[in-house]
């Protein structure tokens, strides 16, 4: 009698999303079929439609998982920052700069979530602004906080718009992710080995601090 494969949804699941999740960061939306998704998964597309409901469901669970990831990393970050202050208040300089340190380190360990960015900005954006309200939304209002939190204690200048700061560290942490390829003639080492990465936070870190307003 044929032994019964036992099968694993929450595996299979997480077996078609990360292996399209590194098709999409390659390829992009359009560039990735599903027959290319069900070749790299050793499924077949009956299991994608009934886990995602089809490739556009697929491609939104992806950067509903990577978004929320993300927001895990600030959440217990800042969860490890508020224990370890206890009673004392929180140090809105400190927090800024581990916002920053959080977000490069979890660039570090996804080093696709930039490409996927890429390709989503160019194919239009829907994804994005579909997750804005329960999951990019949040993190947002998270950081606008302390920008204004800084402001309020005269640490920034407070004719700096919010949003706009927020754009700007972005861009300058992303940027470096997103060119890695072609910025090793720029600092004269490989833009990914440990070395260079952990300079980049500081150099972030440091960028951030003479930012601040001098008393």
């Keep these: 009698m044929k032994k019964k494969i036992k099968r694993n949804p929450k595996e299979t699941r997480a077996r078609i999303r990360e292996q399209a999740t590194l098709l999409f960061a390659a390829q992009g939306y359009e560039g990735t079929s599903l027959s290319d998704i ?12 009934h886990y995602f409901g089809d490739k556009k469901g ?8 990577e978004w929320t990831e993300l927001k895990n990393w ?9 224990d370890l202050a206890g009673e004392q208040p929180l140090d809105t300089r400190e927090l800024l700069s581990e916002a920053i340190a959080v977000y490069i380190d979890f660039m570090i360990a996804h080093q696709y979530f930039m490409r996927l960015m890429m390709w989503e900005g160019l194919e239009g954006g829907e994804i994005s602004r579909s997750i804005w309200t329960d999951i990019r939304g949040p993190l947002f209002v998270q950081m606008e906080f ?8 005269n640490l920034l200048d407070d004719t700096l718009d919010p949003a706009h700061f927020i754009i700007s560290l972005l861009g300058a942490s992303s940027f470096y992710f997103a060119y890695s390829s072609s910025i090793g003639d720029m600092i004269g080492a490989d833009p990914l080995s440990a070395a260079a990465l952990s300079k980049r936070k500081q150099q972030m870190t440091h960028l951030l601090e003479n930012i601040y307003l001098k008393k």
């Design 38 to 49: 069900v070749a790299a998964t050793g499924t077949n597309k009956r299991m994608v439609y």
């Design 58 to 65: 697929l491609y939104r669970a992806i950067f509903v998982h």
């Design 74 to 82: 600030f959440d217990e970050a800042f969860k490890k920052r508020l």
């Design 146 to 153: 302390l920008i204004k939190q800084a402001q309020h204690e």
